[in-house]
C-alpha cells in the first residue's frame, strides 16, 4: 500500500485535545491515541493497539473443539495460534463521525465458522470506550474477544510508567506459555501473565508527572505483559489464554459475545 492510499484508509477521530487515528486497513488497529499531542502508544504497523478476536492469546497447538468437531488453526506462533485473525484482516467502516466510529468484518477461512464482528469507538476529551462483537451467521461456536494495546512505556523524563491493579488470582503459567489450570495468588513482575478480577478489570497506569490512565472491563480476565524495554499491555479479554478449549464460550445465534472496555486518563 502506497503512503497516499494508506493515509485514505485512516479514520480519524477528535474531543478536545484527544486524537484516536484507528487503520481499518491494518486490522481495524488503533494506530495512535495523542493527549493534548503527547503519544500513548507504541508505533509500528504491529503495534498501537489491536483487536484479539475471535481468539485471545495462544490456543494450544491451534487446535479447539467444539462439541465432537476438531478444529486446526494455522500455527502463526508455533507451537501454538495467537491473538485471532482479526488484526490480520481488512475491515469495512460502517460510520465514522466526529468522535465515533465503527467498523465490521465477516469471518472467514482459517477461521472455521461464518459470523461477523463489529468494533466500535467513542471518544471524549477524557476517555475511550471499545466495544467488540461477535455474531454467528449459522452454527454455534466458541469464541474470544479482547484488546491488545502496546502502551508506550516512557512519556516523559519523569520516568517510566507504573502499573497497579489487585486481581483475585494469577493463572499459572507452564512453560508452554499456556495456563496450566491452577490459580496461583497474584505475583510480582516482570509479567506476561492473566489475572482474574470477577468484579471486572481495573487497571491504572500512571506515568509520572503525565498522566494517568485507568483500563476498565466488566469483562473479568486480564492479561498484563510489560517484559519489552519500549512498551507495556494491557489486555482486556472476555476468557483466558486457551479459553476456545478451557473456558469456551459459545457465540449462538440468540446470543451474540459482546465485551466493553473503557480507558480514561486525568492528566497529571
Not at 38 to 58: D, N
Amino acid at each position: 500500500m502506497t503512503s497516499s492510499s494508506a493515509e485514505s484508509a485512516r479514520v480519524r477521530l477528535v474531543a478536545g485535545d484527544a486524537e484516536l487515528t484507528v487503520r481499518p486497513d491494518n486490522g481495524c488497529r488503533i494506530e495512535s491515541l495523542r493527549i493534548a499531542g503527547t503519544e500513548l502508544l507504541r508505533q509500528g504497523e504491529r503495534y498501537g493497539s489491536f483487536p484479539m478476536v475471535p481468539w485471545c492469546g495462544r490456543v494450544a497447538n491451534g487446535r479447539f473443539l467444539n462439541g465432537a468437531t476438531r478444529h486446526q488453526l494455522p500455527l502463526n506462533a508455533p507451537p501454538h495460534a495467537i491473538h485471532g485473525t482479526g488484526r490480520d484482516t481488512a475491515w469495512h467502516t460502517a460510520r465514522a463521525d466526529k468522535a465515533e466510529a465503527a467498523f465490521t468484518y465477516d469471518l472467514a477461512e482459517p477461521w472455521p465458522y461464518p459470523g461477523r464482528v463489529t468494533q466500535t469507538f467513542e471518544l471524549t476529551e477524557d476517555a475511550l470506550t471499545l466495544r467488540l462483537g461477535i455474531e454467528t451467521y449459522g452454527d454455534s461456536f466458541p469464541a474470544q474477544a479482547g484488546w491488545h494495546p502496546w502502551f508506550n512505556r516512557v512519556l516523559s523524563e519523569d520516568g517510566p510508567v507504573r502499573i497497579d491493579f489487585t486481581a483475585a488470582w494469577q493463572e499459572e503459567r507452564g512453560d508452554d506459555h499456556l495456563p496450566t489450570g491452577r490459580r496461583i495468588d497474584p505475583r510480582p513482575g516482570p509479567w506476561d501473565d492473566c489475572f482474574g478480577m470477577p468484579d471486572g478489570v481495573d487497571v491504572t497506569l500512571t506515568w509520572p508527572g503525565r498522566l494517568e490512565l485507568k483500563v476498565t472491563s466488566r469483562a473479568e480476565w486480564v492479561v498484563v505483559y510489560d517484559e519489552q524495554a519500549e512498551a507495556v499491555c494491557v489486555e482486556p479479554q472476555s476468557g483466558p489464554p486457551n479459553g476456545l478449549n478451557t473456558h469456551p464460550r459459545l457465540v449462538t445465534p440468540i446470543e451474540p459475545l459482546e465485551i466493553e472496555s473503557t480507558w480514561a486518563w486525568r492528566r497529571l
